[in-house]
């Protein structure tokens, strides 16, 4: 079963919308984070949060908001959406500072 | 903050042969070191990992070398086979943000298998 779900695996997205990607995790894991990765720049750190506290920013824009509902949960928010948005977004975890372990991704493309 | 430098992009060897990518980074604070494995179309999937000090681990056909004092990090595949075939990615944590710390990672290397 997989221990980390990210909904939705692909989406399509018109520029200027807002969407919000969905991340879960089995793992017992105390931190979670997100990270995107696009043709023009390799993997990139967002967020991190620990027990549902953000830890860690490293997005300028406040397009990009993650909300954690659950201890388990870590989604992202996105508004007024970009083409320059369009990217794979990765959830990951970890126990405190240890390895992280990384979700399946969502592929967001910004028309 | 901290710059990580992967070495070399793009890397092709024949099967059996052995591979070698090595990861330089700047901020000597770092103490988390990760090695993991991107194939096409899929996540990350962590290969190694080797903590603050100089230290040699291996794994199945994998050894990894940390040099702290030349703040470098390598991975070398000893016999690779057509499933080695992938991304590689290393990736490296200061461990300073209270237990939910930042990687930050090289740009990778796609290494290709020759049969």
Same mark, same amino acid.
């Given at each position: 079963d997989p221990k980390i779900i990210q909904k939705p695996k692909y989406l399509v997205a018109v520029t200027g919308s807002e969407k919000i990607l969905i991340c879960e995790q089995y793992l017992g894991h105390n931190a979670m984070y997100w990270y995107r990765q696009s043709a023009k720049k390799p993997l990139e750190f967002m967020f991190s949060y620990s027990y549902?506290?953000?830890?860690?920013?490293?997005?300028?824009?406040?397009?990009?908001q993650p909300q954690s509902s659950k201890k388990n949960h870590l989604d992202l928010q996105i508004t007024a959406l970009k083409p320059d948005d369009s990217a794979t977004y990765f959830c990951a975890s970890s126990q405190r500072q240890y390895?992280?372990?990384?979700?399946?991704?969502?592929?967001?493309?910004?028309? | 903050?901290?710059?990580?430098?992967?070495? /070399? /992009?793009?890397?092709?060897?024949?099967?059996?042969?052995?591979?070698?990518?090595?990861?330089?980074?700047?901020d000597p604070n770092s103490y988390y070191f990760f090695w993991y494995k991107q194939e096409p179309g899929a996540s990350l999937q962590l290969l190694m990992k080797v903590f603050s000090s100089t230290e040699i681990n291996e794994g199945q056909g994998f050894?990894?070398?940390?040099?702290?004092?030349d703040k470098r990090l390598s991975l070398n595949l000893t016999?690779?086979?057509?499933?080695?075939?992938?991304?590689?990615?290393?990736a490296v944590s200061v461990g300073d943000t209270g237990g939910a710390d930042?990687?930050?990672?090289?740009?990778?290397?796609?290494?290709i298998i020759q049969p």
């Open positions: 549902q506290k953000l830890m860690d920013n490293q997005t300028a824009s406040s397009r990009f390895e992280q372990y990384f979700g399946p991704g969502t592929r967001l493309t910004v028309l | 903050g901290e710059q990580v430098e992967q070495r /070399p /992009p793009h890397l092709s060897v024949r099967e059996g042969d052995s591979a070698v990518i090595t990861c330089t980074y700047t050894t990894v070398l940390l040099n702290k004092k016999a690779a086979h057509p499933g080695d075939s992938a991304a590689y990615f290393c930042r990687l930050t990672f090289g740009k990778g290397t796609q290494l």
